[in-house]
Structures are given as C-alpha cells and as structure tokens.
C-alpha cells in the first residue's frame, strides 16, 4: 500500500541518525534505497510529476475516476533530500525532476493566501478550494528542504507564506491541535483534528526539522 511505503521510510529517516549497531543501520539504508527505487521507477509519474492514488496490480496508474493527492510529491522530495543530508550522498533526482515537482507543486497547489491546496481529480483537473493539514505542513517543509539544498529565495518565500496560513487559520491555539481540513480563505471545513491515516506526528515532524536544519526564518 502507497500509504505503508510512505510511513516506512518516514521512520526509517527517523531511525537511522540514532542506531548504533551498524548492521542495523545498514539494512535500514538498504531497505530505504529500495523504498526510493520503487517511488522513482514505480509510483512517480513523470508525465504529470504527481504520485497518482489510483493503481493496478501492476503498479500502473488508473487516473480515470481517480485523483491524486498534491503533498505527497512533495513529501517524497523532502524524503530524499532528508536522505541526502544523512548519507551525504548526493541525490540525482531530486535536482533533475525534483525542480519539476516543485514547480508543479507551486503552480497548481499554492495559493495567493499561502493555502496549499490537497487534492486534483484527473477527470475535470479540478483543483478543490481547500487544504487539510498534513497536506499544508508537508508542504511547507518541502518547500524549506528545497530553499536550502538549492538556495533558492522563491522556495524560502513559498514556505514561510504557507507557514503563515498555517499558523493564522490552522492551529487551534485555544484548545490546541490542528484543525483537519481550512478553505483557502481561512475558514475552517472540518474541525476534527486528524483522521484515520494523519496524526499530529506530521505537525510535531515539521517543526522539529525547521529547527534541525534551520530551515525558513
């Protein structure tokens, strides 16, 4: 399942820095390299620079009907370059068609109030007016890993302006949390917070990397 590929390497970037029995950390380097291979060779579409929600048995795309959801391209990027920084070893792909799903991602998601919107249906392309927060804080952190491996100031700019919806209309900061789904006006959709696939980890995740690695400001 796409979701259990994700998580997976999610946490072994999160185990990796700490192991210090070190045929452990080398299967876990392994396992993440194949991870990686998979996503690039299977479940990346270059044709759209999307991860379509939709596949066959044979890890085709099925778009008709279907949708895809525009953070996790993003999520993938930082991934890799997160991947990068502690192997140092440099990532390809991320620098060739990685500008591709950064520009993609900013031209279709990326509003002028700084909401990153979630989903695109392949049927109409519509894009609905709206965000949920994994999809904002994934964002936002891709867009900070993306400012500071290529050092560019339009993806600093992009980061901090989602960071800032992020914080005006999405965090609770009565009664704590982060409300699940805010249109782009900042009116919230759905107050629950979290659903059966997103917790909090994602908004604990981002802000302990922005402060790792020093990202946006």
């Known amino acids: 399942h796409y979701e259990a590929l994700i998580n997976l390497f999610d946490a072994m970037l999160a185990t990796v820095p700490d192991n210090e029995i070190e045929p452990v950390k080398i299967d876990l380097l392994s396992r993440m ?7 690039v060779n299977k479940l990346y579409d270059y044709e759209t620079q999307m991860t379509p929600d939709g596949l066959n048995d ?10 895809t959801t525009l953070g996790h391209p993003l999520e993938w990027w930082g991934f890799l370059y ?4 502690l192997t140092g070893i440099k990532n390809d792909f991320i620098r060739d068609e990685g500008i591709k799903i950064l520009e993609t991602g900013l031209d279709i998601g990326l509003t002028d109030t ?23 804080i994934e964002a936002i952190l891709c867009m900070g890993y993306a400012s500071h491996c290529l050092k560019e100031d339009k993806y600093l700019e992009a980061g901090n302006k989602m960071w800032d919806f992020y914080d005006n209309y999405m965090l609770d900061k009565k009664n704590g949390g982060v409300f699940n789904e805010v249109a782009i ?13 997103k ?11 922005i402060l790792k690695y020093k990202l946006l400001g």
């Open 82 to 85: 997160e991947k990068e920084l």
């Open 199 to 209: 917790c909090d980890h994602h908004a604990f995740r981002v802000c302990e990397r």
């Open 33 to 39: 390299e194949a991870a990686e291979k998979l996503f």
């Open 114 to 136: 700084g909401c990153f919107k979630r989903i695109l249906y392949f049927d109409d392309n519509s894009v609905p007016d709206y965000t949920d927060f994994w999809s904002q």
């Open 58 to 67: 044979d890890l085709s795309f099925k778009k008709e009907g279907f949708s």
């Open 185 to 197: 006006d900042g009116s919230t959709v759905n107050f629950t917070k979290g659903n059966i696939w």
